[in-house]
């Protein structure tokens, strides 16, 4: 391996050792920031299809009547926990049972409105008003 040692200025300016360090530092921001862009949006994008499910499990558990879900707020906040989605609150989850959708009445729907953190807030924008799910399921008659 070869030494160099600059004998002025200029000569270290003419130098060529280290610039492809310089040069991988630069490639590597962007893209580590690439990668863990593409991370988050994930997982983002995993926490409002979970919601999602939420919605539509507890939408389900509410209209047959289940004993497990009576009060189908703190049902959901339960469901979401233990899927992996913490800081749900029962404020968030809104259950009407006399809802109608998609034209049908006599429906139970589920509304869940989550605020999202990301990790990278000056690069990832978060939906403003929070990620929205919501599920339906037709009311089942008592017997």
């Not at 899927?83 to 049908?104: D, E, K, P, Y």
């Not at 929070?130 to 008659?141: D, E, M, Q, R, T």
Request: aromatic content about 8%; overall charge positive; proline content about 4%.
């Amino acid at each position: 391996m070869k030494r160099y040692r600059a004998q002025s200025p200029r000569d270290l300016a003419r130098s060529r050792e280290g610039s492809t360090a310089v040069e991988f530092a630069i490639c590597a921001l962007a893209l580590l920031l690439f990668v863990f862009g593409m991370i988050e949006m994930g997982r983002m994008l995993w926490t409002w299809q979970t919601l999602q499910a939420v919605a539509v499990e507890t939408a389900r558990c509410v209209a047959v009547g289940s004993s497990l879900c009576t009060n189908g707020q703190t049902y959901a906040v339960s469901l979401a926990g233990g899927r992996g989605i913490g800081g749900l609150t029962a404020s968030n989850v809104t259950v009407n049972n006399s809802a109608s959708c998609a034209g049908q009445s006599n429906f139970t729907q589920v509304s869940i409105t989550f605020t999202y953190h990301t990790v990278m807030p000056a690069y990832i924008p978060t939906p403003s008003g929070g990620l929205k799910a919501s599920g339906c399921f037709p009311n089942i008659p008592s017997s």
